[in-house]
């Protein structure tokens, strides 16, 4: 089956995927997280687009992003894949291929999953039972979002600016999202739209998502199993 094109809208923030080659580690020491960031901030910076969320896991990495052009985000991906690979190859004296594919993405719907894509993200090493608590893991936004910390990398989308009046007040805000777990309905409706290309969101943002794009956003209608009984019993004869 053919793969889909990828949903791009200008403006609208992107969930992305990036994996290992057979989920197999991508980074293998502290200096690789660094690099990876230190690459990700100079290639956004150099296509104008803004980091929303980060967590570099081991073997595979989750960005929040917006893009003021159609192909930024794929421009930002493409660069720094291309240099990361390059450094892990000749700093581990490997070669051959680091990620798998491509990188998967959604366009995601700001009223409904913005935030919840920023949560879902920086949890990410507690639901891999790495921390108790995302402000433990060091390679994530989450201690920009809601620690001390100055991420330069990181920049704040409007939503999350109006959690607060003040740095202080979002931060507060931020932190007291977490006081709530995201349901597994929502953690799957997020992997199943990134992973698969669709749109996330509510109808009337997925409609429109593919009414922009003139093409589907969404799976089709699930029909019965062609091979079961019951389906085959039901069709007229």
């Known amino acids: 089956m053919a793969r889909l094109p990828r949903l791009s809208i200008v ?6 995927i990036q994996r ?12 690789d997280y660094t690099v990876y960031l230190d690459k990700l901030k100079d290639s956004a ?11 570099l ?19 930002v991906m493409q660069n720094l894949g291309r240099y990361y690979v390059r450094y892990v190859n000749q700093t581990y004296q490997r070669t051959g291929t680091l990620w798998e594919g491509r990188f998967k993405s959604t366009l995601v719907d700001t009223e409904s999953y913005l935030l919840t894509l920023y949560r879902y993200i920086e949890l990410n090493p507690v639901r891999a039972r790495m921390v108790e608590h995302p ?9 920009g979002n809601a620690g001390d910390s100055n991420i330069a990398l990181l920049t704040p989308h409007p939503l999350y600016l109006a959690l607060g009046n003040t740095q202080a007040e979002r931060k507060s805000a931020y932190q007291s999202l977490f006081l709530s777990h995201l349901s597994e309905n ?15 969101g509510d109808d009337s943002f997925i409609e429109q998502v593919a ?27």
């Open 45 to 55: 910076t150099k296509h104008n687009v803004s980091i929303h969320a980060f967590v």
């Open 57 to 75: 896991m081991t073997n595979h990495v989750h960005l929040l992003m917006t893009a003021p052009s159609v192909d930024g985000i794929s421009q």
């Open 186 to 200: 929502t953690i799957q409706a997020i992997r199943d739209a990134t992973n698969k290309a669709w749109a996330l």
């Open 11 to 16: 403006g609208c923030p992107q969930h992305i």
């Open 20 to 31: 290992g080659n057979n989920r197999q580690a991508c980074f293998f020491a502290e200096q």
């Open 135 to 143: 402000a433990a893991y060091p390679w994530s936004s989450y201690q």
């Open 211 to 237: 009414n922009t794009l003139s093409r589907r956003a969404k799976p089709l209608p699930q029909g019965g199993d062609r091979r079961s009984k019951a389906f085959n019993s039901s069709k007229p004869k």
